[in-house]
């Protein structure tokens, strides 16, 4: 580990601080985990826990402590902090509650929460608010409960903001080793990010699971995820918070289908660190990654001795990034040869039960399935608690595939409670990863897969955000053109009786706009496809003191739109959507973080559901892909340029033709050039 974090995270000295049953069980905790180091209590009453006796102060202590559990109540915690680091602590937890988290029930807790970071200066906090600590490496931990943990030599790290999470995490009982369990409280000094970089300077450690429920700095994420991809340690996360943020009024279609969650998704695939969306399929991601690490292939194999099974097991990975290839030639052959003319051969296989009993034959019919470009072969094995004795020939075949090293091997039980403990550790300790539930083995196939390296560049950060306006279509043209977009001949900001003429140099077909007019398009504010004859008859029909008049765009492909929106969370999040009026409704769009690159966002375009009609749907006309990178390219170099000022961001639509790709709106929400 890095830093200060080793003393506190591998202390060979410990204090706690406080009386209490949750000081007490901290001291009886590390003893049952049989804590080779000093032990030390201070407590003003010298009372004796588990014959280990308090002194009154922290200047009566025989030394100074690596690490310290501060268990006194929170309007002394900030003292106790503050005597620790003139004494040179290695760091501290600091247990007490009614800190920032308690803000709205007491105003004056946040600022107890800045007095405790002040306080501590330099030592390391963990907290407030939190339980502290597990390191079942070194058989240490400041922890004033119950927790599941037992002494590993390798395993991997759960941290979470949750104390009552990390605790149910511990008890988990499908043979994930925890190596490590951090509760991070309230952050007010030590983040996530920091104690998981900390952490990946232990070779023992083989993935990090984070849940996390905000992000923070995002640089120091980055930071985080490029390291990890350097060490080769995995991380995957479980963001809490998918409902949407309530956000300040915004007048564009992307900050609509822009929320928070999107941005934290955003993030997440800038870092490479792929979201598990429950608790049962974190825990079963982390299992997989340390037996086996990141997965070669998304090709699945699975084998079920039951048609039902091998439907789920299809039905599973609907809308995923796994699937389930083909069988080969050589495949049918060798099962044919196994399994006899009476097995239908198909991936996922129902292998019925002919074989049922003999391991060596059950072996052998499995072994075709587990080809070198197979990611992952899963072999659906359901124990009874009747009678499971009929089952050990499945279990001895399952190893004696793994053990061939073709590719790994795992069981799924399709319920959790029919894959026996015993069963489990028997199958871990033969290579073979024990799986709980269908969809949960799924999901941590998938991430196993969707890892990667993280984005070169950092996530752009948010800024402080400012007081905005939002400029005329006109002024938001005129910016953008620019940067690069290509937008229509226009002339904005016209009075009635000034359409006429400056209307003279514009090409037919035109367009008539009401400017100031929020979603023109719903309310009336956009008449097409006039002559020049036609604008003023259109003008006297629109509730408008100014207007926009541009030529038309014709021989769209599609319509897109495109836009950048501040998060104060996450950054700047890039929407490519299908636009036009229907842009919200369909829903149909895929974002990014600011900045992305260009095959990236080639990349996601090509997930978009409207991506065929890009490309030339049934014989029509595909539009020029070349275009359309340019213009995101040069909104992107745009808000880039103005991220100190720059709100929201929008092209909609972006009219895509087989030669070009034209913004025939635009809106720009930003604040005044700093003086």
């Known amino acids: 580990m890095s830093g200060s974090l080793t003393r506190l995270l591998r202390p060979e000295s410990v204090v706690v601080i406080g009386g209490g049953t949750w000081c007490r069980q901290v001291v009886r905790q590390l003893q049952i985990m049989g804590f080779p180091g000093q032990i ?73 929460q800045r007095r405790l970071v002040a306080a501590a200066g ?38 979470t903001q949750s104390s009552n999470i990390a605790i149910n995490l511990t008890m988990q009982q499908r043979q994930v080793p925890v190596a490590f369990v951090v509760a991070c409280g309230n952050m007010a000094q030590t983040t996530q990010a920091a104690i998981a970089m900390a952490l990946l300077d232990d070779p023992r450690i083989t993935a990090i699971g984070l849940h996390i429920e905000g992000f923070g700095e995002t640089g120091a994420w980055h930071r985080l995820a490029v390291k990890a991809k350097t060490r080769g340690v995995p991380l995957v996360a479980l963001k809490a918070g998918a409902s949407e943020q309530a956000q300040a009024a915004t007048v564009s279609h992307t900050a609509s289908i822009a929320g928070s969650d999107v941005g934290a998704d ?119 608690h009747t009678d499971p004795g009929e089952w050990r020939s499945a279990t001895e075949a399952a190893i004696a595939v793994a053990a061939d090293g073709v590719c790994p091997v795992g069981v799924v039980a399709t319920l959790p409670e029919l894959m026996p403990s015993d069963v489990a550790r028997e199958l871990v300790a033969g290579g073979v990863i024990p799986l709980y539930g269908i969809s949960e083995a799924i999901a941590a196939a998938e991430a196993a897969v969707v890892l990667r390296a993280p984005e070169t560049a950092p996530p752009l950060p948010p800024g402080p955000g400012c007081a905005v306006a939002t400029l005329t279509e006109a002024e938001a043209k005129a910016l953008l053109a620019e940067y690069g977009l290509h937008v229509p001949g226009y002339a904005g900001g016209l009075a009635a009786h000034e359409i006429a003429d400056r209307a003279a140099g514009l090409c037919a077909p035109l367009v008539l706009k009401a400017e100031g007019m929020a979603h023109k398009s719903d309310s009336g504010g956009v008449v097409t496809g006039l002559s020049h004859a036609e604008l003023a008859a259109a003008a006297d029909g629109m509730q408008a003191q100014r207007f926009l008049v541009e030529e038309m765009v014709t021989g769209a492909v599609a319509e897109l739109l495109i836009g950048v929106v501040r998060d104060p969370a996450h950054g700047f999040i890039l929407s490519v959507a299908a636009g036009g009026v229907t842009a919200t409704l369909l829903n149909d769009r895929v974002s990014l973080l600011v900045p992305a690159r260009r095959d990236a966002v080639q990349n996601a375009i090509a997930t978009l559901r409207c991506a065929p009609v890009l490309q030339g749907y049934r014989g029509r006309s595909a539009a020029d892909m070349e275009a359309i990178l340019d213009a995101v390219m040069a909104l992107q170099d745009c808000v880039i340029a103005l991220s100190d000022r720059i709100s929201e961001a929008e092209i909609n639509p972006l009219i895509a033709t087989p030669g070009d790709a034209v913004a025939v709106d635009a809106l720009v929400v930003m604040g005044p050039a700093a003086e």
């Open 40 to 112: 030390w209590r201070v407590h003003p009453r010298a009372d004796e826990v588990e014959g280990i006796a308090a002194v009154p102060a922290l200047t009566d202590l025989p030394g100074v402590p690596d690490a310290a559990f501060i268990g006194v109540n929170r309007h002394q915690t900030p003292e106790v902090a503050a005597a620790l680091a003139a004494m040179g602590a290695g760091g501290a937890v600091c247990f007490a509650s009614g800190f920032s988290e308690a803000r709205a029930e007491d105003p004056a807790a946040g600022d107890l």
């Open 122 to 159: 330099e030592m390391p906090v963990l907290g407030p608010n939190c339980y502290g600590f597990i390191n079942a490496l070194d058989g240490v931990l400041l922890w004033p409960d119950q927790h599941g943990c037992k002494p590993v030599t390798r395993g991997v790290a759960l941290l």
């Open 266 to 384: 955003a993030l997440l695939r800038h870092l490479g660190v792929p979201r598990l969306r429950d608790l049962p399929s974190f825990l079963e991601a982390l299992k997989l990654l340390h037996m086996v690490g990141p997965l070669r292939s998304p090709s699945l194999a699975s084998i079920s001795c039951s048609g039902g099974e091998a439907s789920l097991m299809a039905d599973a990975v609907v809308g995923r990034s796994v699937m389930y290839p083909p069988l080969t030639a050589e495949q049918k052959k060798e099962l044919a040869a196994a399994l006899g003319p009476m097995v239908a051969l198909s991936n996922p296989l129902d292998y019925n039960t002919y074989i049922w009993g003999d391991a060596a034959k059950m072996a052998a019919a499995w072994r075709p399935m587990a080809s070198p470009d197979t990611g992952l072969l899963l072999i659906v094995l359901d124990y009874p």
